[in-house]
């Protein structure tokens, strides 16, 4: 059966300190793998998607950036931590568009 | 930009209260799925429609999904404390991306 794995579940940072969180999933190919951020109790707002190795989609600008090495590993990342991007970060994947989106347990995550 | 606007934003209602939440949009969408999350979890999916004018029913909740494809709601019956989520719908506008809803927040009293 298939798996996605998110971590850490949570993290505080300061103010400008670099952020690296890491999604995988197991038991299937190719999958497109997506990263959300949700607001307290709100709807969830896309961030980044990629349908292969090394193809990202951008929906947001802002300073962060995502990559993926690898066929189910997808990595969200930061430079510089702003306070805004304070947020709950959820990982997906689907196999195909319309197929339902698995989501990990997410990342909270507080900039201080 | 596509937007999916739920209401209400909150609901809280006595056990055994009907209710329904509204999904709106000026686009179009080849799909629409609806999901609920649990506090410090992930969404987890409750159906997808795909056709205008579907109805779906999975228990005591039915799913419809617009004739023009930009709208859908959600009616639950009968409503448990079970029932208490964030419940969230998302719009497929092509193959690969969704577009989520704004959220709505339901608490069910015993």
């Known amino acids: 059966s298939q798996t996605i794995h998110q971590w850490p579940a949570t993290l505080v940072q300061p103010v400008g300190s670099p952020l690296s969180l890491e999604c995988t999933v197991e038991?299937?190919?190719?999958?497109?793998l997506y990263w959300y951020r949700q607001a307290a109790g709100r709807g969830l707002q896309l961030l980044f998607y990629?349908?292969?190795?090394?193809?990202i989609s951008s929906e947001v600008p802002q300073n962060l950036s995502a990559s993926r090495p690898q066929d189910r590993q997808f990595i969200l990342s930061s430079k510089k931590l702003l306070l805004s991007d304070s947020g709950f970060y959820l990982c997906?994947?689907?196999?195909?568009?319309?197929?339902?989106?698995?989501f990990g347990n997410g990342t909270r995550l507080t900039v201080t | 930009t596509q937007l999916l606007e739920q209401s209400p934003q909150f609901l809280s209602i006595q056990e055994g209260e009907n209710l329904t939440v509204y999904c709106n949009s000026s686009?179009?969408?080849?799909?629409l799925q609806w999901y609920r999350q649990e506090p410090g979890e992930g969404p987890v999916l409750l159906v997808t429609?795909?056709?205008?004018?579907e109805v779906k029913k999975l228990k005591r909740l039915t799913f419809q999904f617009g004739d023009a494809r930009k709208d859908s709601s959600l009616h639950i019956t009968a409503a448990q404390p079970g029932d208490t989520g964030l419940y969230l719908c998302?719009?497929?506008?092509?193959?690969?991306?969704?577009?989520f809803g704004t959220g709505t927040r339901l608490k069910v009293l015993a």
């Open positions: 997906a994947w689907s196999v195909l568009g319309n197929s339902p989106l698995h």
């Open positions: 038991g299937t190919s190719n999958p497109n």
């Open positions: 990629s349908v292969g190795i090394g193809q």
């Open positions: 686009s179009v969408f080849s799909s």
């Open positions: 429609v795909v056709t205008g004018g």
């Open positions: 998302a719009g497929v506008p092509g193959t690969y991306k969704y577009i």
